[in-house]
């Protein structure tokens, strides 16, 4: 089996208030097989959406290429905005070599309440998904439980991007189950009725759009 691990520690600015939370990224960050217009950095797989979504959401120009200015040029949004990223799968074992969050086995899971406690001007965590098997908000869950700490999350809106809260230490926490940046949660975004009233409005509005739409108030 492949040994899946994340090639990146987690990236949090001193003046964090926000934590992006996702699972791994594609194996050839792992491998380090690259691809030209792959960021070397999180989130920076050419086929992820995340920073065309904020690259559009905060006018950035980002580069999409394998350069240290790239990479650069994404920290400095992170340490601008105050926002970190720590995924919370540490490895995972896969039969096939993909990016398929469902192909993830014997998953090991990054303390992410440690972090927390760490981090003590984190308010918001940011899952790129949600408590779909192998998503990160059902991962944290996960985390939780295997704690075995009184922690529960609490259901402020279950309508999409769902927001819970739960309390670390007397402190208040939110977590939002953002829309995933990827094209496989393209088909979920089409059902949705949102979507289908915008797009009926406006012929051109798209998924990249919606997930513009959606992430503005949270970034």
């Known amino acids: 089996m492949f040994h899946h691990t994340h090639p990146y520690e987690p990236f949090i600015p001193e003046n964090a208030t926000k934590l992006i939370v996702g699972t791994l990224p594609p194996p050839r960050f792992t491998t380090g097989a690259l691809k030209p217009d792959d960021v070397n950095f999180c989130y920076g797989s050419r086929d992820g959406l995340l920073w065309p979504v904020l690259d559009k959401l905060f006018d950035l120009n980002l580069k999409y290429e394998n350069t240290e200015e790239a990479i650069l040029q994404r920290k400095r949004f992170l340490e601008k905005r105050g926002i970190g990223i720590c995924d919370v799968v540490e490895s995972s074992r896969r039969d096939k070599i993909d990016a398929s969050d469902l192909g993830m086995q014997l998953v090991e899971l990054r303390d992410i309440i440690g972090i927390l406690r760490i981090n003590l001007n984190i308010n918001t965590l940011l899952f790129t998904g949600?408590?779909?098997?192998?998503?990160?908000?059902?991962?944290?869950?996960?985390?939780?439980?295997?704690?075995?700490?009184?922690?529960?999350?609490?259901?402020?809106?279950?309508?999409?991007?769902?927001?819970?809260?739960?309390?670390?230490?007397?402190?208040?926490?939110?977590?939002?189950?953002?829309?995933?940046?990827?094209?496989?949660?393209?088909?979920?975004?089409?059902?949705?009725?949102?979507?289908?009233?915008?797009?009926?409005?406006?012929?051109?509005?798209?998924?990249?759009?919606?997930?513009?739409?959606?992430?503005?108030?949270?970034?």
């Open 130 to 219: 949600g408590n779909s098997k192998n998503g990160p908000e059902y991962f944290f869950r996960r985390h939780l439980k295997d704690l075995e700490e009184d922690i529960k999350l609490k259901v402020i809106s279950n309508e999409v991007p769902r927001v819970h809260q739960f309390v670390l230490d007397g402190r208040l926490i939110n977590t939002v189950s953002l829309t995933a940046p990827s094209g496989s949660a393209n088909r979920a975004i089409g059902s949705m009725d949102l979507y289908k009233s915008i797009k009926t409005k406006n012929p051109e509005f798209n998924t990249i759009d919606f997930r513009i739409l959606q992430y503005k108030g949270y970034f």
